[in-house]
């Protein structure tokens, strides 16, 4: 298109919009503007650039020293997945007040009872088992955003300290039922828009075993003490690279590398939201759901 034509056909477009009524509140909700297909803006990197990555298909661990930031950096991706309204949440929080602020915006709570966590990995299975019968009767592979139509969206599921459901409360046989569902729905959730986002403040080989670790595309290792705790989190040799959580200082809080699938671990640091900006956002989120569903 010459550039003349390409400016007078973008000025009628504009005109159009500027002429066309404002749309009633009530009448035609507006979207959220927020989608769980579009990249999650985390922070920046060392250059100031900004850093996004998609979570659709994909799975994040975030772990670090208890201190280095990893609740902040948890809340850019559960705001993002609060606001938007085309995903269910589910969060887990063994402490109650750090997904707690979030508490309006999720479809369903879990708080410090192993059983009722254990009930509710339960129940994502279920509903992943009956995603994929669906998928393999229409002959597809996995969900996309046109699956909205008919019910199925994907669900952002946030643990937030994994390790105390897997490794502190209960008896040892809940723990295993916990660890076992956890590592299912990591393992098969992705194609079936179940997305786990695990965060620990303990970067060990028994809270993260290798085998687990590696089904994360997303990996965001926070300060920690030792270059293997570094590497339990990133991958095995990270750290003999020069790719390691250890050299991050005390002090620069929110900082953490960021293995993105396929990638080399960035040095990221992640945007902060005031607990005031939290309720603010959380609030805005619950009144859109809220919206949407009425
Ligand atoms: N991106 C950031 N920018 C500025 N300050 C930050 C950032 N991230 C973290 N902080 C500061 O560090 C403090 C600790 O962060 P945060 O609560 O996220 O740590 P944590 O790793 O989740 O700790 P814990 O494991 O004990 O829950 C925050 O209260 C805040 O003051």
């Not at 919009?17 to 297909?37: C, D, F, K, Q, T």
């Not at 850093?51 to 930031?69: C, D, F, H, K, Q």
């Not at 723990?175 to 393992?187: G, H, I, K, M, T």
């Not at 670790?213 to 690279?241: P, Q």
């Amino acid at each position: 298109m010459s550039e003349p034509v390409r400016l007078r056909s973008l000025l009628r477009d504009w005109i159009s919009v500027v002429r066309s009524p404002a749309p009633a509140y009530n009448e035609a909700p507006a979207p959220s503007g927020l989608s769980i297909w579009d990249p999650i803006h985390l922070g920046v990197d060392e250059y100031g650039r900004p850093v996004r990555v998609t979570l659709a298909y994909r799975n994040a661990l975030l772990a670090g020293e208890p201190g280095a930031g990893k609740s902040v950096g948890l809340n850019c991706i559960v705001g993002h997945a609060a606001l938007a309204t085309d995903c269910g949440l589910w969060l887990f929080d063994g402490k109650l007040v750090e997904l707690g602020l979030w508490r309006t915006c999720a479809e369903r709570f879990v708080g410090p009872d192993l059983d009722d966590a254990i009930q509710a990995l339960g129940d994502l299975q279920t509903e992943m088992d009956r995603r994929y019968d669906l998928l393999d009767t229409e002959r597809r592979r996995k969900i996309t955003p046109d699956d909205a139509a008919h019910g199925v969206a994907p669900v952002v599921v946030v643990l937030d300290e994994v390790a105390y459901y897997s490794a502190t409360v209960g008896t040892k046989s809940q723990r295993e039922s916990f660890s076992v569902a956890v590592r299912d729905l990591v393992a098969r959730g992705r194609a079936a828009g179940i997305i786990v986002v695990a965060a620990t403040q303990r970067p060990s080989s028994d809270i993260i075993p290798t085998s687990l670790r590696d089904l994360f595309g997303y990996r965001w290792a926070f300060r920690c003490t030792t270059d293997s705790s570094s590497d339990i989190v990133l991958g095995a040799g990270w750290a003999t690279r020069g790719h390691t959580a250890a050299a991050i200082a005390p002090e620069d809080k929110g900082v953490g590398l960021l293995l993105a699938e396929g990638g080399e671990p960035r040095r990221i640091k992640s945007a902060y939201l005031s607990d005031e900006q939290v309720y603010a956002l959380a609030d805005h989120a619950a009144a859109l759901r809220a919206r949407d569903a009425a």
